[in-house]
């Protein structure tokens, strides 16, 4: 299929380098230079502009960092004409980026008023995910649309998923990450615990592993440096989710809660703690490095 991909960060790269690898035909674009470049090296084609990029696709493929550049990316911005006014034919546009259910419902009803099937389709999984091709994908929007999406989908990511209609996929991972949140919190709270008490980090996790504490973070993500290979908390934290987009994360949980009058006081509670660690320096760092508010009093390693 005639693919275009507009948006290469962390996430956007490998998804696009998986749909090059199953056969498709990729036009990429995004504002960094050298990420168009490395897509070209494994045969994509650069455009100069995303209205140049999804000339002719078929697909459209969107992975951008909030729900702003998804509005200005297709509704456009001060007098400015966004992609869905560019469009010659009908092309489906599958938004990968994790937004406000409010933002991808308007974007979705514009679509729809122009005959554009549009899907927002949150991903989790992370880079190491993305890299791999084994996303979740949790797509919002008519199941025509989805059914036509399936192959494209299935070429970055292991499970996909129908949550329902436009905003659905964003309500559905809004839960996901706040949920994440209060599990890494938890879990460097307990880490930090036991080790402060005289147990090995490394015995304690296999334990609460192997025991009813056992989470996700502990299984493949474990926050205390050392305890396991590969993970970002053995890299000084480097690369993953970075903090600031887990606050990100948190701040549409709060906010989705707010519009509908519900109580999530542990989702509250997750992301008064993101922000004090954010606001400490540390937002570019991988966010289970939230297990260092927990050893104030401790020498970094």
Request: charge should be negative; include cysteine.
């Amino acid at each position: 299929m005639r693919i275009a991909f507009i948006g290469l960060g962390n996430m956007g790269a490998p998804m696009a380098s998986n749909l090059l690898k199953a056969g498709h035909e990729v036009t990429v674009f995004d504002l960094v230079e050298p990420a168009m470049q490395q897509l070209v090296s494994e045969g994509a084609k650069a455009s100069g502009s995303a209205v140049e990029a999804t000339r002719q696709a078929e697909v459209i493929v969107s992975m951008l960092p909030a729900g702003i550049h998804v509005r200005e990316l297709y509704l456009g911005q001060e007098g400015q004409a966004g992609l869905l006014e560019a469009f010659d034919t009908q092309p489906l546009v599958i938004d990968a980026s994790t937004i406000a259910p409010e933002d991808a419902r308007a974007v979705a009803e514009a679509a729809h008023r122009r005959g554009v099937p549009f899907l927002d389709a949150p991903v989790s999984g992370g880079v190491g995910g993305a890299k791999a091709g084994t996303l979740t994908f949790i797509v919002g929007g008519p199941e025509d649309a989805f059914q036509r999406a399936r192959p494209v989908l299935e070429a970055m990511g292991k499970n996909i998923f129908h949550a329902g209609e436009a905003g659905a996929g964003q309500v559905a991972k809004i839960c996901n990450n706040m949920l994440l949140g209060i599990l890494m919190s938890g879990t460097a709270e307990a880490l930090a615990l036991g080790v402060r008490n005289g147990l090995d980090p490394a015995t304690l996790s296999e334990i609460m592993k192997q025991s009813s504490g056992g989470n996700w973070a502990l299984n493949v993500y474990n926050p205390w440096p050392g305890v396991m290979e590969n993970v970002p908390a053995s890299k000084e934290y480097q690369g993953g989710f970075l903090v600031d987009l887990m606050m990100k994360d948190l701040g549409l949980a709060w906010n989705l809660a707010l519009d509908s009058k519900a109580t999530v006081p542990m989702g509250s509670q997750a992301r008064n703690l993101f922000a004090l660690h954010a606001a400490q320096g540390n937002g570019r760092l991988d966010f289970s490095s939230i297990q260092w508010l927990y050893r104030s009093g401790d020498a970094r390693e």
